[in-house]
Structures are given as structure tokens and as C-alpha cells.
């Protein structure tokens, strides 16, 4: 050879040994990858199956070995944080996941797990975060369902930390998110049911009525919330549907009963002739006041004046008697009133006394509590 | 061993092809094709240098697939291997690796740094390539069977192997053969540790010493490309997961010197246990090394029934310590047990090396010392990974003694600057601590339990360099100046002793004249006594120093001539004082008298 070209013919000849060597080390690695990767489901499967069987430690490890074999899938990882979780090692779950969210901060999966993680810590602010996170992040599989499901759960744990304002406010979020599902639209409504924001939830079952007219949770759930609100005639109208739709509904049932028994106990109501008027206010003040008389007598009180709230109450009904049986009554909206509002004091009394009314004095309380109470 | 022939004139690019008579075209031609296609010298070692990096990439993405492989063969996949097999393991792997070492890789044995640094400064830069096929076999078996070692320092020799393999082959300068290894160490440390900056760093400060402009450019340039080779093939996560990291109060810093301290002990033991261990173990009879990998193996297997992580490189481990995922307790246990299992197996001859161990001991140091500071003031502390990644850093310090390198690897590692303090402070103390009760660094300690006095980088670095103001004398009393006549000088010196004067040119530069020069001169013609100086002084021009600089450089500049200038750096008129031979030589020790011995005597 040359002595000129010597140094450059011998660098040149690197070249091709170089490229054979690039070929046999992409080979190398190809099959390495493959026997991670081999691995890492190997692992991955023992890890599920001991999860499966109840072997938490077992999956742990099982599942970290797919996880170091993977070179950090988020799939292996996520399920070796929930395993760890489920084993009570929190801590060690919250690195897997933070280095999780690191990669991938719109990890919805991710961050609803780190949400929880936060919530049984009792930050409330981080779980906020977290489930927010979750809500709007990405999720591989049901997206619509699973954000939905991370947002009731946040729901829950608002409302579990008495921040109803709050949870209500989310609620409403997830309510203007909702498909044109009857049953996802009932759910939530029993939600702001339970929320005991009526409106609200008498809205929500109005709308699962609007794709599904017979779908019997939302009237029932309309009746429930209707007569929350004192509407006992659209209660009744729902309830009544409801249990033609599900005749064995006890429930559904009772409330249907104590709204039909508000609707006939009722005085206020502007269609009445004024003789069945008259007629409802002297029952339920001669109801109220034999009820107030059994309390008494029943609390060995004495009824005399000056001798506590219900005698004072006595001596009023006593006063007002006579004025109760007067022909002209129902002419006279104010005494009208007077004699309610007394009505409802005495109910309001002797619930205090002995106990929450029921049957015909339930149905007064609600009726007059509908139009007097302050 | 005997070091091979290597070629001592640089390469020069030739004109004509000699032997040849080509007509004159075509010799033009050849000549220019010529000129296109050779490299000089400085050109070539930089494209060696890529090249080097990529072989050595390539070599240590198959090293690492290698070590896997032979794991999942001798310990299975599961990171709980069963029982047998964790004792099994280690003795087969290390009978085998003995055999290798004593019968056929017999160079494999030791550090790959000191083998190195030997090519360096006692080889010429000659590593035998059969040492590169040696550290990959026996390094993969005894690592992958759970001999507590790491790859790197292998890498770093089978990097530094190929370059030596190569520098040779292109018949480099004997220079340049010696600076190679150098630059395919950096190749396969970059690659090994996927952390280029700390490579270099580690080569310059603890294989050659010195920053030098020529080797640098080459040392980057293959750290780089061996990076990118295993980034390609093998991907570009980190060896471990690396923990956010987060300054929680300013007076964190005195938990992270609590560290440093308990580091810099840590890293004491660990030196004092593989210090003594090594060369008692070697002094056993032949025979028996055939055995010690085996038994230190079996003792390995017996700690890993019950902590399997201190088995191999212990790169999970590390992920694990960083990211909480053990007690303090625990991690303590680890980092001790390690300490003994690592002094076991490096000392018992089988090949590997110290750099996993140590990151490995210093994450449990580190994490440990996390935990409890965390215990006690939860409030006040970072988590526990904050602290097994400067724990890291701080046995890096201590035990391996090469403070640059460790700061900037937890640097590179983390990503993270707000890390730099924390690391300082610690590094730092861990360092000093290592210094103060371990006077010869670990590799230094290694090489002459080896029969080698190779350079102590730490000792070169501290050694006080005498300079130019340690030796020279007061200014004389009569300094010329270039624009003064004849007459005046003559004047000046009319009373003087000294029969030579210095005279200051206007350019800054310096000359002499005698007394006979001026007095000739003055009687020479009736102007003779106005000639300025400058006309008249020497031709010669006197070398000139700074204070500042070092001895030896001016012991090389000076030459013949007799006394020099010692200037001002911002005035070169401004003389400060002399120097003259005997002065250097008074400086360095040695007497006129003893030099005239010398001369006589010779």
C-alpha cells in the first residue's frame, strides 16, 4: 500500500466495519427489546393474575419486574401504583405516580389516582387539583364515562368534606356536560336531590322525562323533588306515573299518599269553594289543637296559662276558637292567614314537644308550612 | 510488556508519491488529489476521535446487552430470584471469571482507570485489544452473575482499548498514541454512564491531568458521539429515574452538610475496607485466586438471600432509593451491606468496577441520612430522593476523589441547577473529610498495591508550583532606557560597579549594553555621545517574565542568556526585578557549587 493514502485507506476501511458493527448491535438490541418486552408482559400477566387471586405482594413484585422490563410503560406502572396502593404503601404509589404525571401531565387515569391519594391525605386542595386534572385530562379507554365517573367522585368528596356549595357547583358542571341519556340525567338529579337542592334536581328529571317521558326513576325522582318544593299537585301528577309504571314502589307509594293528604288538607288552594275553605281550616285547627292537647297530656304539661309555649298556645287557639267557626271566614283572607299561621305554630310546638307529626297532622304542617312559613 | 513500535515523526503530507515518476501533469495532479484527500495530524486525531467514539458506542451498547443477558441466564428475570440461585450464581460466575483472569484475560484483573492511566504514562498508550475482549467476557459474567461491580470503569477501558488498538494501526506520533486512550476512556465512560459532560470532566481530571486545547476537542468529540450511540440503540432515558428536586428552606443546606460529613465517613470505610482487603487477598497463594471470586460470590449470595439488591450494578436500587420507595432503615442496611459486598468482590480480583457501587452506597448514604433529617424536621427537608441524588455526588467525592466530576454528574444527571448548592456543600465536605484521614486517593492506592507509581492527578493538582517571584532577584540599581544618549548613560553609570546594563526599548522590548559598548561608542566620533540607546544596544533581545509565571518556564525560555527582566504584566517597561540560571537553580534547591561538581564531574 501506498504510504500516502496509508492512514486514509485504514480510517476509510473503518467505515464498512463500523456498518457491520452497526448491524450486528441493531440486531443485538432488536432482540434484547424483544426479550424486555417479552418479559415485561411475562411479569405484567403474573402480576394481574396474583392481583387477581388476592396476592397483593406478589403482584407487586411481579408488576414492578414488568415495569423495569418495560422501561417505564405508563400502562405496568399505573397498575403497579394502584397495587401498592391497595397494599397500603401510599408513599411508595405517589413516586410511581408523580414520575407518571411528570411524562404525561394529562394523564386522566394518573391523576384521578393521585386525586385519591390526596384525598385520604385530607389535602383538599391537591385532590381538587388532581380531580380536575383527571376531568379534563385524556383517558385511554370510555373517556366521556370516565370522566364523568372522576367527577362524581369529586362530588362525593366535596360534599363528604361539608363543602356542599362547592360540590353543588361542580355537579352543575357535570349536569351541562351530560349526553341525552335519561339515566345519566336521573343520576345526577338524585344527586341534587340528596344535595336537597330541588330545583335543581326537579330540572335534571325534567329533562330525562323530555327523552324518555316513562322513564320511572326520573318521576319518581320528579315527585320526590316536586313535593320538596310544595308542589304537591305535580308530585302527585308524577308519583302517580311512577307508580303505574312500578306498582310495588312503597316509597313512591307513602309520598304519593301524604301529597294527595296535603292536596285534601290544603286551604290555600285559589280553586277551592269557600265552603270546603272553611271547612278545611276549622279541621286542621281542631287536628293541631287535640294534637297539642295530647302532647300536654302526654308530657304531663299543664295547659293553664303561663305554664310554657304550648299553654301559651292554647290560651291563643282558645282565644281564636270562636273566630275560627265564623261563617264568613273564608271572606277574610287575613284571619284566614291568622288561623293558619296558629295552625302551624301549634304543629310547629308539638313537633318540638313529642315528636315529628305524621298522617293528617303531617300533611297540615305541610300545607300550611307552604304558605306561612317565613 | 513490552510497549510496540511506534512511528516518532508527525505525518506530513508529501508532494510527489516517492518511487513514483509520473509525468509532470499527472504529478500535479496526484499532488493536489493528495493535498484533498490526507489529513494533517491535528485533523485526523479529530475525526479519529468520532470514530473512536462510535466503536466504542457501539461496543458498550453490546457490553450492556451482554451483562443483561447474562443475568437473566444466571439469576432468571425475577427481581426476587429464587434462593438457590442467588447463591448458585455468583460462585459459577466467579470460578468462571477466575479462570479467564488467570488463564487467558490476564490484564483484565484491576482498574480500568489505572490501566488506563499506565497506557498514559508508562505504555506509550499501548492497551492490548485481547484486554478489550477480556473486560467485555469477564466483566459481563461477573457483573450479570451479581458480583457487586459496575460497568463503567469497563467500559472506560474497553473505550480507551479500541482507541489504543487504533492509534496504533494509523501509526500516530508517539504523542498522540499516548493522548488516545485517554480520549476512547471518555468514549466509553460517556457511554457507560449516558452522561457525557461527567465523562470528560472525569478523564481530564483523574486520566491526564491537565486541561490541555489539543486533547480536548478530540475528548468531546468521541464522549459525544459514544452518547449517541447508545442513545440510538438503547434510548435516551436515564440510568435511573431522577426524583424532582427542590430546595424545601435555606437551612436545608446544613442537612445536606450533615451528608457530606456522614458521607465523607462512609467513603473512609468503604476505602479502608478494600484498601487492605486487596493486596492481602493477592498475597495468597496462586492457587487459591482460582477461588476468591467464587467465595467472595458465595458470601455476595449469602447477604443476597436477604438483600438481593446489593447483587450487580444496582441500577433499580438506586431508582428505588431515589424515589422513596425503602425506609431509612433499609437504605442504611443497603449502603453498609454494599460497602461489604463491593470490597469482597472488587478485591477479590474479579474484573468490574467501583463507579455503580459507589453511586449505588452513596443514594442509601444519602437517602438514609434524608430519611432521618426528615423524620426530625419534616418541614424543613426535602423527601429522602432529593438526598440519595446528591448522596451520589458525595461518595463520588469522597471515595473516588474527583471532586469536579462529582458535582457536575448530579448536575447532568438531575437536569436540575437549584441542585448545585446542596451538591457543593456536600461534595465538599465529603472530599475534605476523604483528604484529611485518607492521604493517598484510592486509585493512587490501587496502583501501588499494583508495583506502579503512576501520577497522582490530586498530588499534581495540590503540588505548590514555584514561580518566577520565588526566584528572582531586585531590580539593579541602573535601568537604561532605549531613548537616553550615550552621554547620559554614561553619566548615569559613571559610578557603577556593573560593567552590563539593561535597557528598556520604547516597543516594551529589552536589550543590554556594556560599559566598553557606550565608552566605544562616546570616543568613536564627536556626535558618537548623542546616538540614542536604542541604536546601539544589542541585536540580541532578552527574554522577559512575569512574576507570576511558573519556574520551569522560565528555566526553558531563558537559554543563554545570562540575567533576564522580570516585568509588570500591564507596564513591560516597568522592571520588577531579574533572574539568571543560578538563581532558577538556587530556587529548585540545587547550589552553584554542586552544579560545578556536576559539570566537572561529567
Redesign the interface.
Known amino acids: 500500500m ?7 485507506t ?2 476509510i476501511a ?1 467505515f464498512p466495519i ?1 456498518a457491520l ?2 448491524l ?3 440486531a ?2 432488536r432482540a ?1 427489546h424483544a ?1 424486555q418486552a417479552g ?1 415485561a408482559r ?2 405484567y400477566g403474573k402480576g394481574r393474575a396474583a392481583l387477581a387471586r388476592g396476592k397483593v405482594g406478589e403482584a407487586i ?1 411481579d408488576l ?2 414488568a415495569f ?2 418495560s ?2 410503560d405508563a400502562a405496568y406502572e399505573l397498575d403497579l401504583a394502584k397495587a401498592l396502593i391497595s397494599a397500603h404503601r401510599t ?2 404509589a405517589r ?2 405516580l ?2 407518571l404525571r ?1 411524562r404525561d401531565p394529562e394523564n386522566g387515569p394518573v391523576n384521578l389516582e393521585l386525586a385519591r391519594l390526596a384525598a385520604e391525605r385530607g389535602d383538599a386542595g391537591e385532590a381538587v387539583r388532581y380531580f380536575h386534572s383527571a376531568i379534563y385530562g385524556l383517558w385511554p379507554e370510555r373517556p366521556e364515562e370516565q370522566r364523568r365517573a372522576a367527577w362524581l367522585e369529586l362530588y362525593h368528596f366535596l360534599m363528604s368534606r361539608g363543602q356542599r356549595s362547592e360540590a353543588l357547583a361542580e355537579l352543575m358542571a357535570l349536569a351541562v356536560e351530560l349526553p341525552p341519556d335519561p339515566v345519566l340525567q336521573t343520576q345526577v338529579g338524585d344527586l341534587f336531590l340528596q344535595a336537597k337542592d330541588y330545583e335543581r334536581a326537579l330540572h335534571q328529571y325534567e329533562g330525562a322525562l323530555r327523552l324518555e317521558p316513562n322513564h320511572e326513576p326520573a318521576l319518581r325522582g320528579a315527585g320526590e323533588a316536586a313535593f320538596n318544593l310544595g308542589d304537591y299537585r305535580q308530585a302527585e301528577r308524577y308519583l302517580r306515573r311512577a307508580l303505574r309504571l312500578e306498582r310495588h314502589d312503597s316509597e313512591a307509594a307513602q309520598r304519593l299518599e301524604l301529597a294527595q293528604a296535603v292536596l285534601d288538607v290544603d286551604p290555600f288552594d285559589p280553586l277551592l269553594p269557600p265552603a270546603e275553605r272553611r271547612q278545611r281550616v276549622v279541621r286542621a285547627f281542631d287536628q293541631s289543637l287535640a294534637r297539642l292537647v295530647k302532647c300536654a297530656h302526654d308530657r304531663r304539661q299543664s295547659l293553664q296559662p303561663g305554664q310554657g309555649s304550648l299553654a301559651l298556645l292554647y290560651a291563643e287557639a282558645e282565644t281564636m276558637r270562636a273566630e275560627v267557626r265564623h261563617p264568613q271566614l273564608e271572606r277574610r283572607p287575613a284571619r284566614l292567614s291568622a288561623v293558619m299561621n296558629l295552625v302551624f305554630q301549634m304543629e310547629t310546638a308539638t313537633t318540638e314537644a313529642c315528636g315529628p307529626p305524621s298522617g293528617l297532622d303531617e300533611a297540615i304542617t305541610l300545607a300550611a308550612s307552604k304558605h306561612l312559613a317565613p | 510488556m513490552a510497549a510496540p513500535q511506534i512511528h516518532r515523526e508527525t ?1 506530513r503530507v ?1 508532494q510527489a ?2 518511487g513514483v515518476e509520473p509525468s509532470r501533469r499527472t504529478g500535479r495532479w496526484v499532488a493536489a488529489a ?1 493535498r484533498l ?3 494533517g495530524e491535528g485533523n ?1 486525531f479529530l ?2 476521535a468520532v ?1 473512536i467514539g ?2 466504542s458506542g ?1 461496543a458498550v ?2 457490553f450492556r ?1 451482554a451483562i ?2 447474562t443475568h ?1 441466564w444466571f439469576l432468571g ?4 430470584p429464587f434462593r438457590t440461585r442467588l447463591v448458585l450464581a455468583p460462585v459459577v460466575g466467579g470460578l468462571a471469571v477466575a479462570a479467564l483472569v488467570m488463564r487467558v484475560f490476564p490484564r483484565v484483573r484491576g482498574s480500568g482507570v489505572n490501566q488506563t492511566k499506565a497506557a498514559v504514562y508508562i505504555y506509550d498508550g499501548y492497551i492490548p485489544f485481547n484486554t478489550v475482549f477480556g473486560k467485555f467476557i469477564a466483566c459481563a459474567l461477573a457483573i450479570g452473575s451479581g458480583q457487586s461491580l459496575g460497568p463503567e470503569d469497563p467500559s472506560l477501558q474497553i473505550g480507551a482499548g479500541i482507541a489504543s488498538a ?1 492509534g496504533r ?3 500516530l506520533s508517539r504523542e498522540r498514541v499516548r493522548l488516545i486512550a485517554p480520549v476512547g476512556a471518555a468514549a466509553g465512560l460517556s457511554a457507560a454512564f449516558n452522561a457525557p459532560i461527567s465523562a470528560i470532566l472525569f478523564v481530564i481530571e483523574e486520566v491526564i491531568g491537565r486541561w490541555s486545547a489539543g486533547v480536548l476537542g478530540a475528548i468531546v468529540l468521541s464522549a459525544v458521539s459514544s452518547v449517541v450511540i447508545v442513545r440510538g ?3 435516551a ?1 436515564p440510568l435511573f ?1 431522577i ?2 428536586f427542590r430546595l424545601v428552606h435555606a437551612a436545608e443546606l446544613l442537612a445536606y452538610a450533615v451528608l457530606g460529613i456522614v458521607g465523607g465517613f462512609a467513603s473512609l470505610v468503604f476505602v479502608r475496607l478494600v484498601g487492605p482487603l486487596r493486596p492481602r487477598l493477592k498475597a495468597l497463594p496462586r492457587w487459591s485466586q482460582y477461588f476468591q471470586p467464587a467465595a467472595a460470590g458465595l458470601l455476595i449470595g449469602v447477604i443476597g438471600l436477604w438483600l438481593p439488591q446489593v447483587m450487580g450494578a444496582g441500577y ?1 436500587s438506586i431508582d428505588e432509593a431515589m ?3 425503602y425506609s431509612w432503615r433499609m437504605l442504611a442496611v443497603l449502603g453498609a451491606f454494599k460497602i461489604l459486598a463491593t470490597s469482597l468482590s472488587f478485591s477479590s480480583g474479579a474484573p468490574g468496577g467501583m463507579f455503580a457501587p459507589t453511586l449505588f452506597i452513596g443514594a442509601m448514604v444519602g437517602g438514609a441520612v434524608g430519611g432521618i433529617e426528615h423524620l426530625l424536621f419534616p418541614s424543613l427537608t426535602a423527601p429522602v ?1 432529593a438526598y440519595a441524588l446528591v448522596g451520589m455526588g458525595t461518595l463520588f467525592a469522597g471515595f473516588l476523589r474527583a471532586p469536579m466530576t462529582s458535582v457536575f454528574m448530579v448536575l447532568e444527571v438531575s437536569g436540575n441547577y437549584s441542585i448545585i448548592l446542596p451538591v457543593l456543600i456536600s461534595n465538599t465536605l465529603a472530599y475534605l473529610i476523604s483528604r484529611r484521614y485518607q492521604a493517598v486517593p484510592l486509585f493512587d492506592l490501587l496502583a501501588r498495591q499494583d508495583g506502579v507509581d503512576l501520577p497522582s492527578m490530586e498530588e499534581q493538582r495540590e503540588e505548590p508550583a514555584l514561580r518566577v517571584e520565588d526566584a528572582m532577584r531586585k531590580a539593579p540599581a541602573l535601568v537604561l532606557r532605549g531613548e537616553e544618549t550615550v552621554a547620559s548613560a554614561l553619566a548615569k553609570g559613571a559610578g557603577l560597579a556593573s560593567g552590563r546594563f539593561l535597557v528598556s526599548l520604547p516597543n516594551g522590548e529589552w536589550s543590554y549594553v556594556t560599559k566598553q559598548d557606550l565608552e566605544r561608542q562616546a570616543a568613536s566620533s564627536a556626535g558618537g555621545n548623542l546616538t540614542p540607546l536604542s541604536r546601539l544596544v544589542s541585536e540580541t533581545r532578552l527574554p522577559y517574565f512575569h512574576p507570576d509565571q511558573p519556574l520551569d518556564v522560565a528555566l526553558r525560555r531563558l537559554g543563554d542568556c545570562p540575567e533576564a527582566p522580570v516585568v509588570h504584566r500591564a507596564d513591560f517597561r516597568k522592571l520588577q526585578g531579574v533572574i539568571s540560571l543560578v538563581d532558577i537553580l538556587r530556587a529548585y534547591g540545587v547550589s552553584p557549587s554542586a552544579l560545578t561538581t556536576q559539570e566537572r564531574w561529567s
Open positions: 501506498n504510504d500516502t493514502f496509508r492512514r486514509e485504514i480510517l473503518c463500523l458493527l452497526f450486528v448491535t441493531g443485538a438490541t434484547y426479550k418479559l411475562e411479569w413484585q414492578h419486574a423495569v422490563y422501561h417505564g408513599e411508595e413516586t410511581y408523580m414520575a411528570d | 505525518h508529501p508519491i516517492p493528495s484527500l490526507t489529513l485526523l475525526l479519529l470514530i462510535l466503536f457501539l451498547v453490546l446487552i443483561d443477558w437473566w428475570s425475577s427481581l426476587a487504533l494501526r494509523l501509526r440503540f438503547l434510548g432515558e429515574r426524583p424532582p433499580e424515589h422513596g420507595h430522593g
